[in-house]
């Protein structure tokens, strides 16, 4: 079917878009990388402040989910003041949350400052790097999304050899500084997100257009306030009219009215389910290969194995999802992409040795980047470009829930039963589950758009609908010519007013 915009304006597809598609790379590569590649000072912070493991994990998690559930706030700041200012603001505060990290003296300190505040200038990063795609790109958005989300595994792979080495060299105190100072190219990134919507009107049409709006208003005001039989009290009025401003203010930045739309239910839940399983194989996959013998360097080897087959996935998969046989299926496809996910941590524990840890690394980094690359795509895809900014927010702060739950219960089954292949196979179910639920709803949702679309044009051509509201608009117009002479006098007020108004 042809591409359309709902955005008002043909979208360029190019030119400064590709400048804009770097700078998100940059923006969303930190946004997910960064909490991964933060690990490698759990250490030394366990040892300086002598915590347990567990409440050094808090800190990763404090950071998802500040990343994550800071989604409606983004979404509203981009919608009042657009990408670029927002995402300058999440890298200064970025850079702010690591030095003053640098000077904390207890692990609450760390909490603040590298969870909440950290990760709310990640989650500054992170919407409006999506959300500025999908103004700039409409036919090349699949290829602009993969190339975009391929700055997660990039900057995964510069990241993690670049804290152990400032690590080795100046200390955590140090190195959080210096991070601090690296996560400020984030507003140099949002410095490329030039602004762009329609053109506006001239001045002049809109205090004509506005002028005439007021006329009317004020008109079809006292029009009502003549006809109707007994006046409504203005206090009543006043309250009914505050309420409906202060919904109308909430729904102008937060779209609720998304929960009623079918597509975007189906997506929000198949997600959600999804998420369940989604990091927890990554976060315990150089564990597992440890448990079954392996050195560790060859353990870490199968994360770099995995994020180098991660970023040729990446783009590869935004190029494969913008062709002429894909595009207009995009939705099956994501959901294929999630189901083959599920399937590879249903075989990993028939990985027997390095080789087979190996080969699932290759298949997991391919399906990984797949999922990641239409994750966002998919779901601009269903809403449209005009209220993606929305359902961006609200995806995100849902799917915070299962983001923390999801590798906690991987590592409950580890304890429970002693062996790693329970996880892999509650995360293959999980997500094998996720990827045929949205397959069969987004089958089911096609078929009742396409029914929904016969109907209406049925309707349209259908000369006897047309006849009978032409009937029934004659019936009105002659009862109310019929009205009896105690109507007169005002009518004939209306009609002066309708004078006096043409008049000016």
């Avoid at 601090?180 to 009107?201: D, E, K, Q, S, Y």
């Amino acid at each position: 079917p042809p591409i359309t915009s709902d955005l008002g304006y043909i979208p360029p597809d190019g030119g400064w878009g590709w400048a804009v598609v770097f700078g998100a790379s940059i923006s969303i590569g930190f946004a997910y990388s960064f909490p991964k590649a933060f690990t490698i000072y759990f250490k030394e912070l366990q040892a300086v402040y002598s915590v347990s493991y567990s409440q050094i994990a808090w800190i990763t998690s404090i950071m998802c989910a500040t990343t994550y559930g800071g989604g409606p706030i983004s979404s509203i700041l981009v919608k009042r003041y657009g990408s670029r200012p927002v995402v300058m603001l999440g890298g200064l505060l970025c850079g702010v949350g690591m030095v003053s990290a640098s000077f904390s003296t207890s692990i609450l300190q760390i909490y603040i400052c590298v969870g909440f505040i950290t990760g709310l200038g990640l989650a500054l990063n992170l919407q409006p790097s999506v959300i500025i795609i999908g103004k700039y790109f409409l036919k090349r958005r699949p290829i602009a999304n993969g190339l975009a989300m391929a700055g997660s595994p990039v900057m995964l792979c510069t990241l993690a050899p670049l804290n152990q080495f400032i690590f080795d060299n100046f200390g955590w105190r140090g190195s959080f500084l210096i991070l601090g100072a690296i996560l400020l190219n984030c507003c140099v990134a949002g410095a490329l997100f030039r602004p762009i919507g329609a053109a506006t009107a001239s001045v002049k049409t809109q205090v004509t257009e506005q002028g005439k709006d007021a006329l009317k208003k004020k008109v079809t005001e006292d029009a009502m306030e003549m006809s109707s039989p007994m006046n409504v009290p203005m206090e009543n009025k006043t309250e009914e009219e505050r309420g409906k401003d202060c919904c109308e203010k909430i729904n102008q930045y937060l779209d609720f009215s998304l929960f009623k739309h079918r597509g975007f239910l189906i997506y929000l839940i198949g997600n959600v389910l999804m998420f369940l399983g989604f990091f927890a194989p990554l976060v315990f996959l150089a564990p597992y290969a440890k448990h079954s013998g392996i050195d560790e360097y060859s353990a870490a080897f199968l994360l770099s194995i995995l994020a180098i087959v991660d970023m040729v996935a990446r783009p590869t998969t935004g190029i494969i999802a913008n062709s002429k046989w894909v595009r207009p299926r995009i939705q099956y496809f994501f959901s294929f992409s999630i189901a083959f996910n599920g399937t590879c941590h249903l075989l990993c524990p028939l990985a027997s040795g390095y080789t087979g840890l190996v080969i699932y690394s290759v298949f997991f980094g391919l399906a990984f980047g797949m999922v990641s690359a239409m994750l966002f795509e998919t779901l601009m895809d269903l809403v449209g470009g005009a209220r993606f900014t929305s359902a961006v927010g609200l995806v995100t702060i849902a799917e915070c829930c299962t983001i923390l739950l999801g590798p906690p219960l991987g590592g409950t089954l580890i304890d429970t039963f002693g062996d790693y292949k329970y996880m892999f196979i509650k995360c293959g179910t999980v997500m094998f589950l996720a990827g045929t639920f949205l397959s069969i709803m987004n089958y089911y949702n096609y078929q009742m758009l396409a029914k929904e679309e016969k109907e209406r044009k049925a309707k349209e051509e259908d000369p006897e609908s047309v006849r009978t509201e032409n009937e029934g608009r004659s019936n009105w117009n002659k009862e109310t010519t019929q009205d009896g002479p105690e109507l007169e006098p005002l009518r004939e007020e209306r009609e002066g007013l309708k004078k006096q108004v043409n008049g000016t």
